[in-house]
């Protein structure tokens, strides 16, 4: 099966220091993958390339949408990445505080509709109806993370936990093939963590996306993703199933270090 | 004793008042006859002032504190009741008979000033898309403001267009400018934007006062025409009353429009692009184009409102739009409440109207002014009005929409 996202020999070089090296990565449809690595291996650098923050400095990034057509991402801006389907969450979260958690929402629904100035003044039939349209679909994707009666609410006095959902909701509202989500479990206690693990198995079976994780909760990692691609200093140094990463001997060493390096010291 | 620590601090304040004031209101040099006259009583009077309202005003703030979870549940019920139409639809109507009353038993120079205010709020309004919602902080608003005044007074000079010919025009060629200006200064963000925008509007002020043979320099365009009502000759009255009335068309349409823009898909990209740039784009917002539509339609009011200027003067000069005028227009959105337009419309007559309802004290008026709006900033500090976030009502189907209705584009 052709894969939907591809990375192809992928290159982001800030001045002389390369966060990225030739890195390959791919997604089925529907699969869903994890992306690991310590800090500083390259994991947010790489998410900001795939939709639009840096341009990289070589390589490929492929969209294979279903139809067959194949779309370069290189270099795009990130709301045109985001309008052929990639979206993401930050690791930081980044609400808009001062909206209410349904305008949150809303707000995804941007590439998804079309109404512009004098459509805003005159509000035709078709503005009307597309406006109904957003804040019914955005309430639809609260409810199915469980907000649905904080909707009226700010989106900055919500607590930890429900920002980083509202954060996937608000992503899912551009309707993406693919998601691309930076720590969802960052700051979350067990409780949430495993509750995390439901809703984005239930969101990728109901939309039909495929998600790229980064995680640094193995136990997550090791449940969620078919497929897990390991980065260190900005190189991929393993790729495979959740038992084959385990078990890998680079990344036991990227993660835990060398036992000579231990007695150098 | 209950309010010993208050009471401390308030003799330190007074001490302090007392120390200061001293210079100025203590010692008097007579120099005719050679004396020092010292007004303890003014000492002592000071000292008591500052104790007792120093008190007060800690009285004041440790009651705020102890109520402060109170006090916001009584705001949103505010907000709430003030945003129901029972409630609102009767004060509108009230204002509405009141402006219409008003230009027939108000004075010539009532008149005047009211429609002044009234140009001031649509610039507020206008500004407001601009800092309000988007968050672009443009300290030189005043060039548009110029770039519609000279629109009129120019192509009127030149071609001998009418007032509604260029009223339209004048709005269109100040959103061109507002374009022009947001170009070059897209990638910039808060005070890097507010110092071009600064530049921008004394570049184009400059250029109006030296440029001699296009706008006639420093001595500016006089006998520029007031509008015209079907053909018919006002009196000065009478045109000051129908200039009147015309504002306050514009300022209905105004809200009528913005209000719009602000609840629609634009509006809430322009209010997300001021919460978070990058998250803003990541939801697919084009950035180029919020930022240039915020631009262009905070300009066209600015546009609008100066061919107003220049038909109500009926003269116009560079003097008019200094620095001051924007910093004038900026306090209105500020005090009024960023993003809102109720607030912005009080701030605005409020701005204008008071100095000139002040002129009664004299020499006192600004200092005065200067108060109240101190005064304003310390009690409301995120302006008269905060805007609330707002409800929708949204359709809750029995069943619940199963997230698998969702189909693709």
Known sequence: MKPLLEVKNLTMAFGGIKALDGVHLHIAPGQIAALIGPNGAGKTTLFNCLTGIYTPTSGDILLNAPGGKTRRLNGLKINAITALGVARTFQNIRLFGGMTVLENVMIGRHPRSSSGILGAIFRPPATRREERDIVDKSYALLESIGLGDSANELASNLPYGAQRRLEIARALATEPRVLLLDEPAAGMNPQETNELEGLLTRLQAAHELSILLIEHDMKLVMNLAENIFVLDYGEEIARGAPQEIRNNPAVIKAYLGEEDDAEAQ | ?409
């Open chain 2, 1 to 409: 004793m209950k309010y010993f620590p208050e009471l401390k601090k308030s003799f330190v304040i007074a001490l302090w008042f007392m120390l200061l004031t001293f210079p100025i209101l203590v010692i008097r040099v007579n120099t005719i006859e050679n004396i020092v006259v010292w007004r303890w009583i003014n000492l002592a009077l000071i000292g008591i002032a500052a104790f007792v309202l120093s008190f007060l005003w800690q009285l004041y703030l440790k009651h705020k504190t102890a109520a402060a979870p109170d006090a916001a549940a009584h705001q949103s019920a505010l907000v709430r009741r003030m945003s129901d139409p029972k409630f609102y639809r009767p004060f509108l109507l009230l204002i509405g008979i009141l402006a219409l009353v008003f230009p027939f038993v108000a004075s010539h120079y009532q008149i005047n000033i009211m429609t002044t205010a009234l140009i001031y709020v649509m610039l507020g309004l206008g500004l407001n898309i601009e800092v309000g919602l988007a968050g672009l902080l443009d300290l030189g608003y005043v060039a548009f403001y110029a770039v519609g005044a000279y629109s009129y007074a120019l192509l009127n000079y030149h071609f001998g267009l009418g007032f509604w010919t260029l009223l339209p025009a004048g709005a269109l060629i100040a959103a061109f400018f507002g374009l022009l200006v947001g170009f070059p200064v897209l990638r910039l963000r808060g005070d890097y934007l507010a110092i071009v925008t600064l530049a921008f509007a004394e570049i184009l002020r400059l250029v109006l006062e030296n440029w001699n043979a296009f706008s006639f320099g420093p001595s500016g365009i006089s006998n520029i025409p007031r509008p015209g009502f079907f053909g018919i000759d006002l009196t000065l009255e009478q045109s000051a009353v129908y200039m009147y009335f015309l504002l306050v068309a514009l300022c209905v349409l105004t809200v009528f429009v913005i209000h719009r823009l602000q609840h629609s898909r634009i509006g809430r990209a322009w209010v997300a692009l001021r919460e978070d740039e990058l998250a803003c784009q990541a939801m697919g917002v084009d950035k180029t184009r919020a930022k240039l539509t915020a631009f262009a339609l905070g300009a066209t009011w600015a546009g609008m409102a100066g061919v107003l200027f220049a038909a109500k003067t009926t003269f116009i000069n560079p003097a008019s739009f200094t620095f001051l005028e924007s910093a004038m227009i900026l306090a209105i959105v500020v005090l009024g409440g960023m993003g809102s337009i109720v607030g912005v419309i009080i701030a605005a007559l409020a701005i204008i109207l008071l100095p000139e309802y002040l002129r009664v004290l004299g020499d006192y008026r600004m200092i005065l002014f200067g108060a109240a709006l101190i005064l304003m900033m310390i009690f409301r500090p995120r302006g008269l009005v905060t805007p609330a976030g707002k409800t929708y009502e949204f359709r809750c189907a029995d069943p619940p929409p199963a997230p698998e209705e969702k189909g693709r584009p």
